[in-house]
């Protein structure tokens, strides 16, 4: 599944830098929305909405006639229930398992467009095992784990809980063969170092902590090239009621992300709307393996049905029989944008 993934979106970058100048050009062509229509937007601020704050930062919502407002929130829970409301329009949010539940029961979202997808290598998350395991030969692989304690920060059913199973699944395991502690990112090399958990799934900066200390050693890493596990999901009543703004805003997020691509992803006015959006620093995001920002905006949907089977099967979804994604995916946006950036 996700080598063919993987061949999609190398074919797809490979397309737009082909046709990215024709394709900007034929931007220009599409009207601004006049008078401009507001757009009010609630999002965790995080790398992988980073297209949503290079389109804001560098004027391509205004280009298109659009005045978006853009609003901080916790957790995309908090997202969620403002969606559910109408209050927002649109949502930066991770797909976790509320959400699965939620669009059983017929909640009225859809996902319009991705977020940033996973890299396709050298992904800074990463299940690491205690250094003393590897070294004794205990743990060599991740069937070795089995009745094992592994660290993993969030409750059941979160996204790197969905992780961990992709970690576990290359050595025929489960969730129910390991025993999973719920501990927090900045705690966990403490509790590799101090021998409480035998493994954990850590992203950056905490794996490279653990991996530098030397009291943890890299067991399974890559673990979902190129799935998408964030994304921006509109509510019912923005997508049925005013299509043409929710056209027009996914146009925005695929110009801009046209404009990330390759070294362009840290020209200094993109450097800029980063610093803008996120609590992160020009440091950070200059050393850190960037991710996928796909400059065709495909929504991965082959990821998404693996995420909903994944987190279904380890009893995490209020419901058992699969969920029909045509329920949960609205493409029509992202179809629409491509046809007029690509003619």
């Avoid at 061949?7 to 931007?27: D, N």
């Avoid at 979804?317 to 690509?342: G, H, M, Q, W």
Wanted: hydrophobic share 45%.
């Amino acid at each position: 599944m996700f080598g063919n993934l993987r061949m999609a979106i190398r074919t797809a970058a490979l397309t737009a830098a082909v046709a990215l100048a024709p394709g900007l050009a034929a931007a220009e062509s599409v009207a601004p929305l006049d008078p401009p229509e507001k757009v009010t937007v609630a999002y965790v601020p995080i790398m992988k909405f980073a297209a949503m704050y290079v389109a804001e930062q560098r004027g391509l919502f205004d280009k298109n006639g659009l005045d978006v407002e853009l609003e901080r929130v916790k957790s995309g829970t908090e997202a969620i229930a403002f969606l559910t409301q109408g209050s927002i329009d649109v949502g930066g949010i991770a797909i976790v398992t509320s959400l699965w539940s939620g669009w059983d029961r017929g909640l009225d979202i859809r996902v319009i467009a991705p977020g940033a997808l996973e890299p396709m290598e050298n992904s800074p998350t990463k299940l690491v095992v205690r250094s003393a395991l590897a070294d004794d030969g205990s743990v060599k692989s991740a069937a070795d784990l089995k009745g094992k304690r592994v660290a993993v920060a969030g409750g059941p059913g979160s996204g790197g809980e969905y992780l961990v199973s992709k970690g576990l699944a290359r050595g025929d395991l489960t969730i129910r063969d390991v025993e999973l502690m719920n501990v927090s990112n900045p705690d966990m090399a403490t509790a590799i170092a101090n021998g409480s958990v035998d493994a954990a799934l850590v992203g950056s900066p905490y794996a490279d902590e653990i991996i530098n200390a030397g009291t943890g050693k890299v067991l399974e890493s890559d673990l979902t090239p190129g799935l998408m596990t964030v994304a921006f999901v509109g509510s019912g009543k923005f997508v049925n009621e005013r299509p043409e703004v929710a056209e027009r805003f996914v146009l925005a997020l695929t110009e801009a992300a046209r404009m990330m691509q390759g070294d362009d992803y840290l020209a200094p006015e993109n450097i800029e709307a980063y610093l803008v959006y996120t609590n992160s620093t020009e440091e950070a995001i200059r050393s850190g393996s960037p991710l996928v920002y796909d400059p065709m905006m495909q929504i991965p949907v082959a990821g998404l049905a693996d995420m909903e089977k994944v987190q279904r099967e380890n009893g995490r979804t209020e419901y058992t029989d699969p969920l029909d994604l045509s329920n949960v995916v609205d493409s029509r946006f992202v179809e629409k944008a491509i046809a007029d950036l690509d003619g």
